[in-house]
């Protein structure tokens, strides 16, 4: 097994223009290392700026879906795509979220069939209609929604990061994205 973060080009948290090496780093020191995706997207600072607003817009904003909630989108849609480094990394969030070690295994490895509560299912099932074959999606994805209770702005949230990881999972595809080795114990040990 290669070494590699990425099959193309990667940059150090010093060689970030100011402004990303300023965003990126307060992510390092909250989490004690720098995700190899900022390192990947780095290398192309623009896009690198565009992410981070659109995640920080979707991820960080009061209201709609809760925080854990999120990253259960985010894991069943990486999990539907296969996208090995956004199941560990926000495997790792969803753990911490939810207070919960098991739950990111469960859904990544099987969001289809996972065991959840019934606004749980209704958020993962919402995902996964969007994830698999969203020429498919419809009135009937929403009204299942709707009908376990989510609301409008919270299936816009769900849509809105299918979508956004969607994107995400692709370009970890494109760039053979390697997890960080710290991802993999977050949230399972207690600190």
């Known amino acids: 097994m290669s070494d590699s973060v990425s099959r193309f080009p990667v940059v150090d948290l010093e060689d970030l223009p100011d402004d990303l090496r300023e965003r990126v780093g307060v992510i ?24 981070l607003d659109y995640h920080d817009a979707l991820m960080e904003r009061s209201g709609g879906l809760t925080k854990a909630e999120r990253e259960l989108v985010v894991v069943a849609t990486s999990g539907a795509n296969h996208c090995t480094y ?20 469960r859904v990544s490895s099987n969001p289809w069939q996972v065991e959840l509560d019934e606004r749980g299912r209704a958020i ?5 209609a969007l994830a698999q074959d969203s020429a498919l999606f419809g009135e009937g994805d929403l009204e299942a929604a709707r009908n376990s209770g989510l609301t409008d702005d919270e299936i816009w949230d769900v849509g809105a990061i299918t979508a956004l990881f969607a994107m995400s999972n692709r370009l970890a595809h494109l760039t053979a994205l390697r997890p960080n080795p710290e991802f993999f114990l977050l949230g399972r040990v207690p600190r």
């Open 86 to 105: 956004c199941v560990v990394a926000h495997g790792a969030i969803l753990r911490i979220r939810a207070k919960d070690p098991e739950l990111a295994d």
């Open 124 to 128: 993962v099932d919402l995902a996964l």
């Open 28 to 51: 390092a020191e909250k989490s004690g290392f720098v995700p190899n995706i900022f390192r990947a997207l780095g290398h192309r600072p623009a896009e690198l700026r565009a992410f």
